[in-house]
């Protein structure tokens, strides 16, 4: 059964670099058929989509967050990475590791993890 | 950008009623539509892709329909596990995907 886990700070500085590591187990991150993205969720409202790899490495990034995001994979640790810049309280949310079919739904999910801005 | 709306925003039913949720895109998005479910302090879960697909282990008492515009999603007898709150999300514009904002359904 494939897992994904999120990991990282759970409080970050406004204006640091928020960052997280996603962890899959229990299948393979270079599958062909699938992306690996990162969605978010501030506390008590709707989800949002931050951005997408594939194992190969193109990325695609929300166009409201594409100036301070980066999102990379490492193939070797079955892990991928989101890195959001200067952030603010704005980015207090859960964020979610998911993967994602090429047709274009998220069919599995970490369990989230709340990452908290504030000096 | 295509836009996602949905209505209600949420609803009160009881167990064994019939619920419609209702999503609608800005722009037309073909049958690129899917459904997920969250419940509170859990991750979303994938009930329904490609409009009408039933995703493997979701109940058959969940149902997709549209095209176009206009999707629904419908609970045909409530129980009292699915007291949850409801996305949408369009990947008509794959590699870029938007939810819509939810519909919470809790009891009456």
């Known amino acids: 059964q494939l897992q994904l886990e999120e990991s990282g700070p759970g409080l970050v500085k406004p204006s640091e670099t928020l960052s997280l590591t996603c962890t899959v187990s229990g299948g393979s991150i270079t599958s062909s058929r699938h992306y690996w993205g990162w969605i978010r969720q501030p506390p008590g409202k709707g989800l949002e989509w931050i951005g997408s790899i594939y194992y190969r490495g193109s990325t695609y990034y929300n166009p409201s967050l594409k100036s301070r995001v980066t999102i990379s994979v490492d193939t070797s640790k079955n892990q991928f990475s989101l890195k959001l810049s200067s952030v603010t309280a704005a980015d207090t949310a859960v964020y979610y590791c998911?993967?994602?079919?090429?047709?274009?739904?998220?069919?599995?999910w970490g369990q989230g993890t709340l990452v908290t801005v504030s000096s | 950008d295509i836009q996602m709306t949905q209505s209600p925003s949420s609803l009160s039913a009881s167990v064994g009623d019939r619920v419609t949720i209702t999503c609608r895109a800005s722009?037309?998005?073909?049958?690129?539509l899917n459904w997920y479910q969250q419940k509170p302090g859990k991750a979303p879960k994938l009930l329904i892709y490609?409009?009408?697909s039933l995703q493997s282990g979701v109940p058959s008492r969940f149902g997709g329909r549209g095209s176009g515009t206009d999707f629904t999603l419908t609970i045909s007898s409530l129980q009292p596990e699915d007291f949850a709150t409801y996305y949408c999300q369009q990947s008509y514009s794959t590699p870029l995907f938007t939810f819509g904002p939810g519909t919470k359904v809790d009891i009456k």
């Open positions: 998911a993967r994602l079919d090429t047709r274009g739904w998220f069919d599995y």
């Open positions: 722009q037309s998005i073909s049958s690129y």
């Open positions: 490609a409009a009408s």
